[in-house]
């Protein structure tokens, strides 16, 4: 199936888009011109496999619009699919490619980390791209009975990319909850983004991101936050997989309870 043309296959469930840096940019650039919010996850193995064990994370992310691969076993699941892909379209990346690429009419606002992080990323921003317009920021350390007025303020600002780096699982509840209310744009769910575009944290190496490790340099840069969730989700999406294949549904959609 094809949406504007990002062609969709299952993982488990969960609906991937087969795209690029260049064709999402390009498709995104076209889909904020339309009238209503739409929403993008950047979507690596924990997100695919706390959609099919975690109900309540399966219902915030029920009406994402478009589940985008991040991590390179989804890039290799698409491929067995014949989706014929080189490379994940990774969160960080892309956010830095969409924001210098697209044209400087088009704007951003910035919604999570530190108010220091913030700082760092639109200084960083602004120094790959001097005329890029950032019209709006918000720190991530808010009470959720402050989103009212964060969502008002996005709408005063009519920003075209909504960026939010919240993490997994609070971007994807924040975005459920709140993305009927704004009115138009990109609401796009980026996590590590704002940290690894800021320069506050560091990131894999080209070498290790290409062969799917980015993990590994993750993990031990922090051991005591990452060791435990990526021993889990790792094996179960892993045993998800072989289930799925014993089964011969791990590219059905129906997957997913």
């Excluded at 985008?68 to 989706?83: E, S």
């Excluded at 709006?136 to 009470?143: D, I, N, R």
């Amino acid at each position: 199936m094809k949406d504007n043309g990002l062609p969709c296959y299952h993982i488990l469930g969960t609906p991937v888009r087969a795209t690029t840096y260049e064709d999402l940019t390009r498709f995104c650039q076209l889909r904020v011109r339309q009238a209503d919010a739409f929403s993008v996850d950047f979507t690596n193995t924990q997100i695919v496999t706390m959609r099919c064990l975690d109900a309540d994370f399966r219902s915030d992310t029920s009406k994402v619009d478009f589940f985008i691969p991040d991590g390179m076993p989804l890039i290799w699941c698409l491929n067995l699919q014949n989706a014929g892909l080189k490379d994940r379209v990774y969160g960080p990346t892309f956010m830095r490619h969409c924001v210098t690429q697209v044209p400087s009419t088009f704007t951003h606002y910035f919604l999570g980390a530190s108010e220091s992080c913030l700082e760092k990323l639109i200084a960083a921003f602004k120094g790959l791209k001097s005329d890029v317009q950032i019209v709006g920021a918000h720190h991530g350390y808010f009470p959720e009975e402050t989103s009212a007025d964060i969502v008002a303020e996005i709408n005063r600002l009519s920003p075209d990319f909504i960026w939010v780096g919240l993490g997994t699982p609070r971007q994807q509840h924040w975005i459920h909850r709140h993305k009927h209310a704004i009115r138009r744009g990109a609401v796009m769910a980026v996590g590590f983004a704002f940290d690894v575009n800021a320069g506050t944290k560091p990131d894999a190496p080209c070498w290790m991101q290409r062969y799917g490790l980015a993990w590994v340099f993750r993990l031990c840069s922090e051991p005591r936050r990452l060791l435990g969730r990526y021993l889990y989700y790792n094996t179960m999406f892993l045993l998800l997989l072989l289930s799925g294949w014993v089964k011969r549904d791990a590219w059905s959609s129906g997957k997913t309870p």
